[in-house]
């Protein structure tokens, strides 16, 4: 993530649709998880996700390849770290919980950031995957956004297999927007800069919300996946 993303991040501001639905699925993913334990965050941001990790319990740890994220995150109160997430600076099978939102399709290499994934976790441990998809969907906004690809279903199961982790679950996001968003996206030049007012992003923020209790969206084509994994018992 560069700075100027973070910028664009930071000047969204907490209550932003994305960010919080974000957050919402960190947090319902500790639910699950039950009792809290020790996390890594790669690819951090602003240290969102950090900061749900913390307010559940856990002890979080981040890893950035920016320093300004590094930075935010340890106002937070999380433990970080600046390093490329294809060499992590951390103990082999020290951690119940990695997440890794939208770092992966960032490397050409993505192989062995997924394989660092795989080896911080503890046999058991769960990991939380958030790719782009859809290859159609491709526009300046990824090329802006950093990214060198969009998943499918198939090449992220592929990935996550070929990492050693065995999945859970995988499931699709922004369903419901997604029509909207393929027909916007070819029309701007990089960055989504059109700023959004509180009516349209508590709207959107519902639609992201009935998503959720639909229960055949999840397997719908939509804008990026969402993978749940672990590492299998030694």
Known sequence: MEIAELQRITGAGPDHWWYRERRDLVARELRRLGGPGHAVDIGPGTGDGCAVLLAHGWSATAVDPVERAVELCRARGAEAYWADPRLLPLPSGAYDLALAFDVLARYDDDHVAAAQLTRVLRPGGTALITVPCDLTLWSAHDVAL???????????????????????????????LRPVVRLRRHRVDGWETRHRGPVANRVLGWMMAAERRLPAAGGLPGTWLVARAHRPAE
């Not at 279903?153 to 982790?165: H, M, N």
């Open 146 to 176: 950093g990214r060198v690809r969009r998943h499918s279903r198939d090449t992220l199961a592929a990935l996550i297999a070929g990492a050693g982790l065995s999945l859970d679950a995988m499931w699709s996001r922004n369903v419901l």
